[in-house]
Structures are given as structure tokens and as C-alpha cells.
């Protein structure tokens, strides 16, 4: 059963992790983090015995505008 504050894969996420903030009301659906919500069948518990081998991964973004300038030129 995922409740509020569980980690979880979401089906069509590839492999990222959320973490649940809240359970809505029925238990069909799950806030995530995000503030994204999804169905609760598309997502995949992770039990504590995997939380060590999460990892985070720092993504650096650049603004449209300036990549469409950079491209152009």
C-alpha cells in the first residue's frame, strides 16, 4: 500500500523517483513531489532495502530564447 511520503517509480517515467506527498481521497490517485498527480496503479512502490541505491542526477538548463540564438548563429 503506498502512503504519503513513500518513494516511487511511475509506469511511462522511465527510472526517476518521486516521493508521494499525499494520497488522495479513495486511494486511486497520488500527488507526487512534483505536484504532478497519477493514478495510483501506475506506480511502483520501492522498498527501504533500494533506498540506498538511489541516485540523484544534476541537470543543467539553458532558456529557449537563448538556445534558438545559439543555434542560429
Known sequence: MIKA???VV????A???FTV???RKGGKSVVLSTG????????VKIPKSFHKD???V???HINFDIMEAILTN
Not at 10 to 13: N, R, S
Not at 36 to 43: A, M, Y
Open 5 to 7: 511520503g513513500d518513494l
Open 54 to 56: 538511489i541516485h540523484t
Open 21 to 23: 506527498t499525499l494520497v
Open 10 to 13: 511511475v509506469a511511462g517515467e
Open 15 to 17: 527510472n526517476e523517483v
Open 58 to 60: 544534476t541537470t543543467r
Open 36 to 43: 504532478w498527480v497519477e493514478p495510483i496503479e501506475k506506480c
